[in-house]
Nanobody, 127 residues
Framework: QVQLVESGGGLVQAGGSLRLSCAAS????????MGWFRQVPGKEREFVAA????????YYGDSVKGRFTISRDNAKAVLYLQMSSLKPEDTAVYYC????????????????????WGQGTQVTVSS
């Protein structure tokens, strides 16, 4: 069983930056495909980014492409999301997710493809 704990959320002004972290335990991190999703009240969870098990392949949702960067440190079992040029519409609860899969990262864009989820961290971008 994999446990995921997000951190790094907070309040930031539009145009600013923030880095989220997701610490994993209870599994072999280097074998997991990892992803970030976000959700606002009343809406479905939205795909943000995904990264392959050894970090060679990354994939981004259209709304964050060019502004967000996903990365991972397998030695520390930590997933990151560096967010830049933040906009008020980026305000959401951000979740990290893990999957024990051999599927391509490009297909890991829906919630049902992931096996484990963190509790989420709130990001609020003020205008």
């Amino acid at each position: 069983q994999v446990q995921l704990v997000e951190s790094g959320g907070g309040l930031v002004q539009a145009g600013g930056s923030l880095r989220l972290s997701c610490a994993a335990s209870g599994g072999t991190f280097s074998r997991l495909v990892m992803g970030w999703f976000r959700q606002v009240p009343g809406k479905e969870r939205e795909f943000v980014a995904a990264i392959s098990s050894i970090g060679l392949t990354k994939y981004y949702g259209d709304s964050v492409k060019g502004r967000f960067t996903i990365s991972r440190d397998n030695a520390k079992a930590v997933l990151y999301l560096q967010m830049s040029s933040l906009k008020p519409e980026d305000t959401a609860v951000y979740y990290c997710a893990a999957a024990e899969t051999s599927r391509s990262v490009l297909s890991m864009t829906t919630t049902r493809t992931y096996d484990y989820w963190g509790q989420g961290t709130q990001v609020t971008v003020s205008s």
